[in-house]
């Protein structure tokens, strides 16, 4: 999606956001779209952990009833992402946006001289819409790669509705044609990350 090559930064952030076993339950959520979502999410820590880059999980505590409620079993992270979770920050938040959680990323990525962060995970027109649309209000250079995120068919008002594919044809749109990320691949980001120049010391 992109047309420039892409350079990461040594300390370029992935933030992994709300990638939990909740959202495996289709009664709940309804039809889902790119089912190779965690495929591309498993893959890029392991880039990222390979090269040295700080890997920060963002977890969502909903209210109680919710799947992703703390006291249901859907809160805990998919596999793919416990596997892997190593020494990673955990945030915490009960909304959209991983900017308002515990503790404060903005000022762990400030505290840790990171400029550059990747955001993937689910939902695509959610929380990692909102988490890259706040990213790129604070300044920070934003990237993310469409295809490692999913969501899920949504209903609006007057029975208008959008698939789970128009939604995140609508994020794409939203983020880089409104300037607050860039919209790439997950190929273009494990390129980056494992190219000579854009290795972590």
Aim: proline letters at 6%; a negative charge.
């Amino acid at each position: 999606m992109t047309q420039t090559p892409i350079t990461l930064a040594p300390r370029a952030a992935l933030l992994v956001v709300d990638v939990q076993k909740g959202f495996d339950d289709p009664s709940f959520w309804g039809p889902r779209n790119n089912p190779a979502a965690e495929d591309n999410i498993a893959a890029l820590m392991d880039a990222w952990r390979e090269s040295g880059r700080p890997v920060v999980l963002v977890r969502h505590a909903s209210q109680p009833g919710s799947v992703l409620a703390p006291d249901h079993p859907g809160h805990a992270f998919k596999d793919l992402v416990e596997k892997r979770r190593h020494e990673s920050l955990v945030v915490t938040k009960t909304v959209n946006s991983a900017f308002y959680g515990t503790p404060d990323l903005a000022g762990w990525l400030a505290a840790e001289g990171i400029a550059q962060v990747v955001v993937a995970g689910i939902q695509t027109n959610m929380c990692v819409e909102t988490t890259a649309r706040m990213a790129g209000n604070l300044g920070f250079d934003v990237l993310v790669p469409l295809d490692a995120t999913h969501t899920f068919d949504l209903a609006g008002p007057a029975g208008l509705a959008l698939t789970a594919d128009q939604l995140a044809t609508a994020t794409a749109v939203n983020l880089q044609g409104g300037g607050f990320a860039r919209v790439v691949t997950t190929p273009e980001l494990l390129s980056a990350a494992s190219g000579a120049g854009g290795r972590a010391a």
